[in-house]
């Protein structure tokens, strides 16, 4: 149980409780420090490190406190911090991570990773909290304070691309918008011949959207979850003794020709099992469009996925991942078409799980 969000601790009558987003690179380093200093861990996560540097320095001066934190520490996160009744809400000085401040109906004020979770609590969403910037909320009001950084701005690409939920905005935009442009920058990299688009079920629809409107070809609805067999597996393969979890609709793909978007290809989608699945209901051909290059390296800014295999092709060529799965086609959005989506300039983006670009955390 050590290990589940928010981290909670005591010291001398205060409670803190943290819950962050992201990756501390140098937390063998700082827990070393600490452990030299007496420092006892309960956990293995990064946010328990903060309650030690504040419970050191010293709750009565928060602000400095934090301040003296946040310069030890390196990395791509956004944390949220309550200690006893004061909220601390924390952005790297790179802004990896979103994280959006808004206003309660009741006045006060709510801190939330994606502005959707605003909207449920019928926030007003004010603004994003900037990079390298302290927003601590208390009775006395809010109050804004900056790290002592020199910050420069290197979004995580891949929260616009999937992790977001499409009705938030995410570092200014809106996500929705976004990934309908991913959809029409598909469309201009790639023209296949088709009677329809669908959306692969583990994808949103946005980009299926986009790619149906510049393109003109209609979209439809080509699989429907299976609500008997939920569970059972989320899969499509039929060469499986349990059902697929979504059902491809025969009666439409029979004889047709078929564009499938994804808007990635980290959300967990077997790409064989389904294309299998089409075929079987009697698809003519199978184009698989992905609105993000392919993921090639691994991530050490805090997001984990697989890196290898079907899902994420390493050092696989795209028309070796094309045949083994048996699409007629597989395109990758470019780089370029990419960033032409998101809503910001290259030098905003951070890219390194695609071109294996480096930058050092501040």
Partial sequence: M?????????????????????????????????EAKGAIFLSSMDSEIISHFVATCGISDLDAALKYAFKKIRGAFSLIMMVNDTLVAVRDAHGFRPLSLGRLPSGGYAVASET??????????????????????????????????????????????AFVRADSNGFGFSVYESRKLMGTELFHEC?????????????????????????????????????????????????????????????????????????????????SDMIFSLRK???????????????????????????GGEKLPHNKLIEQVQNSIGA??????????????AGQGSASFCKACIDGSKMPLI
Avoid: W
């Avoid at 969000?5 to 600490?34: D, M």
């Avoid at 605003?118 to 994003?128: G, V």
């Avoid at 499509?236 to 290809?265: A, H, T």
């Fill in 328 to 341: 007629d086609t597989l395109y990758c959005l470019s780089t370029g078409g990419l960033l032409a989506a």
């Fill in 116 to 161: 959707c979770a605003l909207d449920a609590m019928a926030a007003e969403n004010l603004r994003d909290i900037e990079p390298g910037e302290v927003v601590i909320i208390n009775q006395q009001g809010l109050n804004s304070t900056r790290l002592d950084l020199n910050p420069h701005k290197q979004f995580c690409l891949l929260e616009q691309v």
């Fill in 281 to 307: 209901a009697g698809a003519k051909e199978v184009h698989l469009l992905v609105g993000c290059p392919p993921i090639r390296y691994q991530c050490d800014y805090g997001i984990h996925f697989q890196i």
């Fill in 191 to 271: 023209q296949p011949d088709a009677d329809f688009v669908i959306s692969t079920p583990n994808s949103d629809t946005c980009a299926a959207l986009g790619y149906s409107q510049a393109s003109g070809i209609p979209f439809e609805m080509g699989f429907v979850r299976d609500y008997y067999t939920n569970g059972l597996r989320d899969s499509f393969s039929e060469r499986s003794e349990k059902k697929p979890k979504f059902n491809p609709v025969r009666s439409l793909i029979n004889g047709k020709r078929v564009i499938v978007i994804d808007d990635s290809v980290i959300g967990g989608t077997d790409f």
């Fill in 2 to 34: 050590g290990d589940i969000q928010p981290f909670t601790a005591s010291h001398k009558g205060n409670v803190i409780s943290i819950a962050h987003s992201g990756n501390f690179n140098n937390t063998k380093q700082l827990k070393s420090e600490l």
